[in-house]
């Protein structure tokens, strides 16, 4: 019962329509800390599909100073808009040296690269946009 109480506790009620994009980024920064804390610390490589305007790319490279990304994106239909604003937020966050960004389908990409070039792959809104035929061909490349 108190751990249900403390989740409650968490939650923020969000009423102000100008503060729905804070909500989010805070969400972001929550996900990016528990993600950051599944990483081996020290260097690598990890790769992100799906990676839209960077919301979760940039808050975890920035806890993640010894690692590179690499993130793919296809960058269509309701994500049309989010490769100029992410190169943008990148270069803002003097992140370009580490964050490469590829635009391109994400199997087209997973199948161009090789495995144990890469510490981990993340995701945090792609999985629940593909079928159960696209999450067994993204699992199995992974």
């Known amino acids: 019962m108190k751990r249900k109480q403390e989740r409650i506790d968490m939650l923020q009620i ?3 329509p100008r503060r729905v ?3 989010y980024a805070h969400q972001y920064d929550n996900l990016a800390r528990k993600i950051a804390r ?3 610390s020290g260097s690598g490589t990890l790769a992100e599909i799906g990676c839209g305007k960077g919301q979760l790319t940039i808050p975890l490279a ?3 100073p010894g690692h590179r990304f690499n993130v793919v994106d296809k960058f ?3 994500y049309s808009g989010t490769l100029a604003p992410l190169n943008k937020a990148l270069s ?3 992140l370009r040296g580490r ?3 590829n635009k391109a389908d994400y199997l087209d990409w997973l199948w161009e690269e090789f495995s144990d070039k890469y510490v981990g792959a993340i995701s945090s809104e792609f999985l629940p ?3 159960s035929y696209e999450l067994r061909m993204f699992l199995s490349e992974c």
């Open 14 to 16: 969000v009423d102000d």
């Open 21 to 23: 994009e804070d909500a």
């Open 38 to 40: 599944l990483v081996s």
């Open 62 to 64: 920035k806890l993640l």
């Open 76 to 78: 269509t239909g309701a």
């Open 92 to 94: 803002q966050a003097k």
């Open 99 to 101: 964050v490469k960004v």
């Open 129 to 131: 946009e593909i079928d």
